[in-house]
């Protein structure tokens, strides 16, 4: 592992200094993904600014129905938290379906949607990868694909984001508060993550320097019928190829009135179905509903091929999914 | 370049199995590397050193945590207990009496991490934690097999001793 220099600032405008002064410093959370990279030398800072109990590790009522959740909290704090499970249990589902339990402890809520993607290639560096090395090219492509992208990907790169609670945050219209060099700002949860487009490197719109110190979770009276449903090579314990974070409002003749629907596995970024519930939108929740939904959001779906047998089984896989998770929130759960 | 004008390593201190430590550590060394290499303790295993098998489970302030994944300097200050220090010398964690009394191990490389992954949830399920395996996310959760092997499955054993595991952990549980 390469050295590095380390700080553990005491307030959150110290932080910031610290890594906007040093073009290669980074934060450090939790550490289960950060750590893991400086090993692999994926990441190669010289200045590594600890925030880990840095910022709130409080979780508070924003007064309109809302939370605040400090960046600090554990992704077990927050997953457990009464009121997240009550009201909001699509983010609850979403974080137990992440990592294990002792990642759970130590990963904040901060650290886990600026974690990096899974995928192998990135996670190799002696491999060609233009998120890790810019212009070197994507080993992916044409490689193993099974975890790629299916929408929204470019000819520099077809990773996917490999958040669960990301997904849950994208569908219920979180907003990420933070502090930069520049000051401090908010960003709805879906506009954090940026598609690869020519500039892979970039996960996100965050600045070098700027630090996130609280998820807010407006009130969405709706989330309190949501859920997450995960498809995965194992039970428990790996990641996504697919899920789908839904919540819906429902008349009382089962109409929807209104639905929230993010895609995971799917997207550089939690990808937001807003075509989906456009479909789901005046309809009554039948299986064809969910189907119709899933083919709008997936109308220009390109799979991608692979040494693995590619990843078109995810254009179906992403179908069956949203018509599971939708029969749960309706009861016909199977 | 600024920051590299710093030191590469801090003093820190950490109580593990309740003795204090006082140490300087590179900036780089892990929890795992610094209990196993400077500190002689043994218990924590390192199997993967990437988060993906949980040999290096320990109560970290109280809560099951990786180790390898976990910098030192990050983590001044800490209160550690291995498996190695659940019980007085000489006495048995009930854990530790429930994989024995289950045969819950075969080469028993993974089995501190396991041990200690199972006090951590016990103590979850104690304060009403639910896991990916809870249908009802405001009652309280049940030992079931589906709800230990859930909430154990960070920890690996490539015996797969896994079947003596989960009743073991339900017997721990139960003998509260
Ligand atoms: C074996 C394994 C399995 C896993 N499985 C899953 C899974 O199934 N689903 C899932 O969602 N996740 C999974 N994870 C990933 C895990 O959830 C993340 O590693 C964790 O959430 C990251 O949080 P952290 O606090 O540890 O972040 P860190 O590792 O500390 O940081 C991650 C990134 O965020 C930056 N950062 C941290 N905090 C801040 C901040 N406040 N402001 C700005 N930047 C910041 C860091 O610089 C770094 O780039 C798994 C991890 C492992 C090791
Ligand atoms: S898909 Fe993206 S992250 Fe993976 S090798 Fe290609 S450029 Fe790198
Ligand atoms: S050694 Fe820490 S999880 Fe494998
Ligand atoms: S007992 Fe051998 S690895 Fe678990």
């Known amino acids: 592992m390469k050295p590095f220099a380390y700080a553990r600032p005491s307030d959150v405008a110290e932080a910031v200094r610290e890594v906007a002064a040093e073009p290669n410093a980074v934060f450090l959370g ?28 409080e979780i508070t009522d924003t007064g309109d129905g809302g939370l605040l959740v400090g960046a600090a909290v554990s992704n077990s704090e927050l997953a457990a938290d009464r009121r997240v499970r009550e009201r909001w249990p699509v983010l609850t589902q979403a974080l137990l379906a992440g990592a294990n339990g002792q990642l759970r402890n130590l990963a904040t809520v901060g650290g886990n949607p600026l974690q990096r993607t899974r995928c192998v290639y990135f ?49 219920l219209d979180a907003v990420v508060h933070t502090e930069g060099p520049r000051g401090a700002r908010t960003i709805p949860f879906g506009e954090l993550h940026r598609l690869p487009g020519d500039d892979p490197s970039r996960d996100t719109v965050l600045e070098h320097g700027e630090l996130v110190t609280a998820v807010e ?18 039970a428990s314990y790996a990641f996504a190829l697919v899920s789908v974070a839904a919540a819906v409002d429902l008349a009382d003749d089962g109409t929807v009135r209104d639905a929230r629907v993010a895609l995971g596995g799917v997207a550089h ?33 390109v799979p991608q091929p692979g040494i693995d047998g590619g990843n078109a089984f995810k254009v179906p896989l992403v179908a069956r999914t949203l018509t599971a998770a939708l029969r749960i929130l309706t009861g016909r759960e199977g | 370049m600024p920051g590299t004008d710093r030191a590469m390593d801090a ?63 990050s983590h001044d200050g800490a209160e550690i207990t291995t498996a190695d220090g659940l019980a007085p010398e ?41 896991s990916h395996a809870t249908r009802d996310l405001t009652a309280a959760p049940e030992l079931s097999t589906d709800e230990v092997s859930e909430r154990m499955s960070g920890n690996l054993c490539r015996c797969a001793a896994y079947a003596h595991i989960t009743p073991a952990v339900q017997q721990a549980g139960g003998a509260r």
């Open chain 1, 30 to 57: 939790g550490g289960t993904n950060l750590v893991d990279h400086l090993k692999l030398g994926v990441a190669r800072p010289d200045l590594v600014v600890d925030v880990r109990t840095l910022t709130s590790r």
């Open chain 1, 123 to 171: 996670q190799d560096v002696t491999t060609a990868c233009n998120k890790r090395a810019p212009g070197s090219g994507c080993s992916a492509i044409g490689g193993y694909t099974r975890y790629h992208a299916i929408l929204g990907a470019s000819e520099q790169c077809i990773a996917t984001h490999p958040s669960d609670m990301a997904v849950a945050l994208t569908a």
């Open chain 1, 217 to 234: 979770l407006p009130p969405l009276e709706m989330a309190r019928r949501s859920t997450y449903r995960k498809v995965r090579d194992r």
């Open chain 1, 269 to 301: 970024t939690p990808w937001r179905a807003t075509r989906a519930e456009e479909v789901l939108r005046g309809r009554r929740l039948t299986d064809d509903t969910a189907r119709a939904a899933a083919e709008a959001e997936l109308a220009d779906a």
């Open chain 2, 11 to 73: 003093d820190i201190r950490l109580r593990v199995d309740g003795e204090l430590h006082e140490l300087t550590v590179d900036t780089r060394t892990t929890l795992l590397d610094l209990l196993r290499e400077r500190l002689g303790n043994t218990s924590p295993k390192k199997g993967c050193d990437h988060g993906q098998c949980g040999a290096c489970t320990v109560l970290l302030d109280g809560e099951r945590a990786l180790l390898c994944l976990a910098l030192a300097v």
């Open chain 2, 90 to 130: 000489g006495e048995l964690h009930p854990v530790q009496q429930a994989f024995l009394d289950h045969d819950a191990f075969q080469c028993g490389y993974c089995t501190p991490g396991q041990v200690c992954s199972a006090v951590g949830v016990l103590s979850e399920v104690d304060r009403g934690w639910p």
